[in-house]
């Protein structure tokens, strides 16, 4: 198992994140009770940059944290269509930060490469690099949608 974490900030307080992820999410939620997910990775080749992308079918489910002292989301997700694409279960957590107008956003999770010793050999040389960097553009595109316009040029 690989375990990754990533953060974004938000332009928001962590009461209001929390609000607004939850109706991110709603928005998002197909019949069968979904979400369609971009995963995207960027590379840069020289003068170009090159990109990868897939789609997962992502579950949320709203709970407490393993001390039952905060909210969270546990989130699993698989691969939509063909490809050697990696499962994933984790934590989606919103926490305070020291501004009060901001908060931080958080992915948590592990998954298993595919593709039994050729994938974990994969994995190590490159594919956990990919699987972060993806996991990162996810959770920085979060942050950005649920942060007003009106700070993004205060972004970090």
Known sequence: MTRICVQAIVGQPAA????????????RTRGDGS???PLRTRFRAGSDDLS???DVVARFRKG????NLNDTFFVDWEPSGEGPYPTFSGTM???AESDPRESRLEIDGT??????MIGKIFDILIGRRMARASLADLVERIAS???????????R
């Open 16 to 27: 209001a994140t929390e609000r607004l992820l939850q109706e991110y999410m709603a928005q």
């Open 35 to 37: 979400i369609a997910l």
């Open 52 to 54: 990868l992308a897939h």
């Open 64 to 67: 407490r944290d393993f001390e």
């Open 93 to 95: 957590n919103v926490y």
């Open 111 to 116: 998954y298993e490469a595919p593709g039994g």
């Open 145 to 155: 949608d649920l942060t007003p316009v009106a700070s993004s040029a205060t972004r």
